[in-house]
């Protein structure tokens, strides 16, 4: 059965111009692009859609950064989608995650690290509703 995730590109990776080499990466994985956009997260989109960190140490410089630029929103569809788009991120930290993912070739630090994907199918549902 299809599976359906969420795939954000964030800002660091645009402003290197890495966005057309990841859904380059995403396709090659053999996910299906349900829908895709470009926007700008507001102050307040970002504090919504990361709320469930409120209160965290890193909430407000990841709201910061998630506001510093454009990112992409990807709706994806495949067979197992969550896991196999959480294995082709790779770790958050690029200095461990495996070679080959998006985050060891893409990612600057744990913070600025390159892309984002649902971790479970309710959040990957409430995340899809969020931006499509």
Do not use: C, W
């Not at 299906?32 to 890193?58: N, R, T």
């Not at 993912?101 to 959040?123: I, Q």
Request: no cysteine; proline share 3%.
């Amino acid at each position: 059965m299809k599976e359906q995730t969420l795939a954000l590109i964030k800002p660091d990776a645009i402003s290197k111009r890495f966005q057309g080499l990841i859904i380059h990466d995403i396709l090659d994985a053999g996910f299906e692009i349900k829908a895709m956009k470009m926007l700008h997260l507001s102050q307040d989109q970002a504090k919504a859609f990361y709320e469930v960190h409120k209160g965290k140490d890193f909430y407000e410089p990841l709201v910061a950064f998630m506001t510093s630029g454009s990112i992409i929103a990807l709706h994806l569809e495949k067979e197992n989608a969550i896991m196999d788009y959480r294995t082709l991120m790779g770790k958050t930290d690029p200095e461990v995650a495996a070679s080959g993912t998006l985050r060891h070739k893409y990612a600057e630090t744990t913070r600025r690290n390159a892309v984002h994907g649902s971790d479970s199918p309710e959040n990957a549902k409430k995340e899809i509703a969020f931006f499509f």
